[in-house]
């Protein structure tokens, strides 16, 4: 009698064992994280801060900012992956990539001029160098290609090379790219092959001294210097006057000067002349979240940061298999002390 019942308490004891062991499903939550370049110590770092509403934007290190690693001031983001130049070694500037803890460098280019604007589009990471050009490299490494530049001008002639290169976007074909003291050019895009360049002075373009495009979903927003906010349009080549103006509303101190743009979901960031970090909900032109980090900000991306749930969070989203799989064996274990 006794050791039908050890039996079945051993049963039993695995049935509930099988419950508790079993994986609970992830509800794929995320948190958008702010990541940027700034000044905490003598040189530049990458910085990271949660951006939950009401959050006062603890900066996290992700790189080191002293001089023997020194950050260069642009930076970009993909799934997986953080992309910015620093001189590690000492030397010259590379290209590198690492985790979102900053672990796992590696170099995608070597030996490159530092870029002023970095972009991921696929599997691709495209950057400007001021004196140099529009390049890209493959995002798991390789050698450089030149886009537009010293020795492609895509039609513009030879006025091209001897000035600075700017930001960049690509948008429903046309790859539109600011270059100081010339404009803004626009140019037909076929996969890292421009062609058909020309200018696009739109009335008061060249007055706002653009500082950033990005592109989403169709949309191109204008970063600006002296535009107090920043602007959207869907076709830079129209007149600016037709564009959107997005106020920021951030303090006076701030002068509003929009420095560097990332733009993801629900959420809009950028930084200041001043060198703190804001961020507000997409469409609204009121600044909900002010996050002062540092005495200087330069290029900021956000990410998609995964939540890591508890039990106690997943509440009814437990997915019902398991739970179905666990009752199964307690009632094996039911029946089986029952014949016993």
Known sequence: MLGKSIKTLIVAVLAFATIS????????????????VATMGSGLGIYK??????????AQAV?????????????????????????????????????????????IAADIAAPEYIQVFGVSVYYTTWNGGLYW????????SEILGQTNTAGLGNAIPSNGFGPFSF??????????????????WSFNNPYN????????????????????????YVGSWNGVGYYSTTNLATDVSTWTHVNTEVPTQHSGLVYRLSISGNYTLYSTSQGDL????????????????????????????????????????????????????VGGALTLRRKN
């Open 21 to 36: 062991v079993l994986p609970v499903p992830a509800n794929a939550a995320t948190q958008p994280t702010a990541f940027y």
């Open 49 to 58: 801060a949660t951006m939950n509403p009401g959050n006062t934007g603890v």
């Open 63 to 107: 790189t080191s900012d002293t001089d023997t690693a020194h950050t260069y001031r642009s930076l970009a983001s993909d799934a997986t992956h953080l992309y910015f130049a620093d001189n590690f070694d000492g030397t010259n500037w590379d290209l590198v990539r690492t985790d979102f803890a900053g672990q796992n460098r590696s170099v």
């Open 137 to 144: 490299v493959p995002a798991g490494g390789g050698t450089p």
């Open 171 to 188: 948008s429903n074909g046309k790859l539109y790219i600011d270059i100081y003291t010339v404009g803004l050019v626009e140019a037909d």
């Open 197 to 220: 360049a020309h200018y696009i002075h739109p009335n008061g373009y060249d007055a706002l001294s653009v500082t950033d495009l990005v592109t989403v979903d169709g949309t191109i």
């Open 278 to 329: 804001f961020t507000h909900a997409a469409g609204n032109t009121g600044n909900t979240v002010p996050t002062p980090a540092n005495s200087q900000s330069f290029d900021v991306t956000i990410v998609e940061m995964p939540v890591a749930e508890s039990l106690a969070n997943t509440g009814s989203d437990l997915n019902l298999l398991w739970i179905s799989l666990g009752l199964l064996a």
